[in-house]
């Protein structure tokens, strides 16, 4: 079975600063990984998603992760993050099967930014 | 073009009563997957559709839950006997699979389902 772990439960940070959450998934095969967020009173939206190919993966809004297959990790970066990215990400995991896969996700990190 | 849609966003029901949630998926998309939401955690899978079929139905936690899709497009998850313990945030999501390919989720706004 998949799971995945989201070790910062909770990350205040001050405008400017940079961030890295992180995210490690447990899975024996090749994984698609995913990235959403969910901004205070709106759904789940994608920010990044790897597939194959360049494991260093760039999504919107500056964000970007990077996957390390030998590490099990797909840790979320952002150089210069900015009050409005005050919001709660997820990590997620599902496997490639060629067919529609359910999605496993980590329990997430909520994360402040302060001006 | 449209999101995915969920109806109602709220609902407040007694315990023991039952309920249904409506999700309305991207049109065109082909899968349609239901998620719950508990406080402070991440989604949970219950049940995917391919078509009108559900193609993975394990994540239902027992058979007071149920779901159909009769024409590949809108889904219904049912609750029968609600409890307290169902209390969550129920999350649609749908997805255009191409064949050999791998799919991207895209979620609605979720029913936040209150039982008392």
């Known amino acids: 079975a998949q799971s995945v772990s989201q070790h910062n439960h909770h990350v205040i940070l001050s405008e400017a600063a940079s961030l890295e959450l992180g995210c490690n998934y447990s899975y024996g095969g090749t994984v698609n990984l995913f990235w959403y967020v969910q901004y205070p009173g709106q759904h789940l939206q994608l920010l990044l998603k790897y597939f194959s190919g360049d494991p260093l993966v760039k999504g919107i809004k500056g964000f970007e992760a990077e996957f390390i297959k030998s590490k099990f990790s797909f840790n979320l970066r952002k150089p210069s993050v900015q009050w409005s990215d005050t919001a709660e990400y997820f990590c997620a995991v599902n496997a490639p099967t060629g067919t529609a896969s359910k999605l496993t996700f980590g329990t997430g990190t909520r994360l402040q930014v302060t001006l | 073009g449209a999101g995915v849609s969920q109806t109602p966003s709220n609902k407040v029901t007694e315990k023991g009563k039952y309920v249904e949630l409506r999700c309305d998926p991207i049109?065109?998309?082909?899968?349609l997957y239901w998620y719950r939401q508990s406080l402070g955690q991440g989604p949970e899978f219950l049940i995917y559709?391919?078509?009108?079929?559900?193609?993975?139905d394990s994540g239902l936690p027992n058979d007071r839950f149920f779901a159909v899709r009769p024409e590949g497009s809108v889904s219904t998850l049912k609750i029968q006997r609600t409890e307290r313990g169902d209390s969550a945030v129920y999350l649609c999501?749908?997805?255009?699979?191409?064949?050999?390919?791998?799919?991207?989720?895209?979620f609605g706004p979720g029913t936040r389902l209150t039982v008392l």
């Open positions: 999501a749908s997805s255009f699979l191409q064949s050999g390919s791998s799919d991207t989720q895209y």
């Open positions: 559709f391919q078509g009108t079929g559900a193609a993975d």
């Open positions: 049109s065109g998309h082909t899968a």
